[in-house]
């Protein structure tokens, strides 16, 4: 089912309020975050939105990725719906996102599928570890994202995977004890294995001090080096636009909310 290009780009407006909230209370409890992955990459090739994407992604250190955790159910609007594990039990992953009362989205995963989670369109927020730079804890990140991707509910990245929570929880707690805190040198910036995508690992020194990227018009924190940060996360050319049949997008459906 292809997706109307007006009605993505109303959809892609709303993730949009939702990242101007977002920011602003990050503000307010002074919080860190940036623009990760596909939302990154559409700031730096196109200054907004990549035109076919669906989604918004950020991360955020883990100790202000906890602390928003504590606030942003009483701090968000009642258009956006808070999402985690504990405000919506169905929900099968382990990172949080913002969802959309204004705008639903079915993705290609759960075509066909009984879905009892809110299905608005969504901001997507990862936590950030930091582990030494060596050999070992790469080996060791990538082995247990491995380990995490194949426990994992189906999803996007992990078509195949099966939903055990207890093993997954006890793998992304042993990834978390190594992580090294923001104040020394020499250290690798890694996604935390709650969200069980790929396993880039990134300069920390090339991630802060945080600088600021415009997106949709508006500016937005983003890594010091974005080029860096992007070219890690993708093994292509990111500055060249990919083949039509190459554009992924998580949507089956979208449907605006009148």
């Not at 009984?114 to 299905?119: R, V």
């Not at 069980?196 to 600021?212: G, N, Q």
């Not at 070219?231 to 997008?249: A, H, V």
Request: aromatic fraction near 12%.
């Amino acid at each position: 089912m292809a997706i109307d290009p007006k009605e993505l780009r109303q959809a892609q407006l709303i993730m949009l309020e939702m990242l101007v909230e977002f920011d602003a209370i990050c503000k307010k409890h002074n919080l860190k975050y940036w623009l990760d992955s596909g939302t990154l990459l559409g700031a730096v090739r196109h200054q907004g939105f990549i035109p076919w994407d669906d989604d918004i992604d950020l991360s955020m250190p883990i100790e202000d990725y906890n602390k928003f955790i504590e606030i942003g159910a009483s701090e968000l609007s009642d258009n956006i719906f808070f999402q985690t594990k504990e405000t919506d039990p169905d929900f099968k992953f382990d990172y949080m996102k913002l969802r959309s009362n204004k705008a639903s989205i079915v993705e290609f995963h759960e075509k066909d599928r009984e879905i009892a989670y809110h299905q608005g369109v969504f901001v997507d927020i990862f936590p950030m570890l930091t582990v030494p730079n060596s050999t070992f804890h790469k080996k060791f990140y990538n082995g247990i994202f491995e380990s995490i991707r194949s426990v994992s509910a189906i999803s996007l990245h992990t078509p195949n995977g099966k939903d055990y929570p207890e093993v997954r929880e006890k793998l992304v707690k042993a990834l978390s004890l190594m992580h090294q805190g923001w104040d020394k040198e020499d250290l690798k910036v890694i996604y935390s294995g709650e969200m069980p995508d790929v396993a880039a690992w990134f300069d920390i020194d090339e991630i802060f001090p945080l600088s600021k990227i415009v997106f949709e018009g508006l500016e937005f924190n983003a890594p010091k080096n974005p080029n860096h940060y992007l070219g890690e996360n993708y093994s292509f050319n990111f500055m060249e636009l990919p083949p039509k049949d190459k554009r992924t997008i998580h949507a089956h459906e979208i449907e605006i909310k009148k």
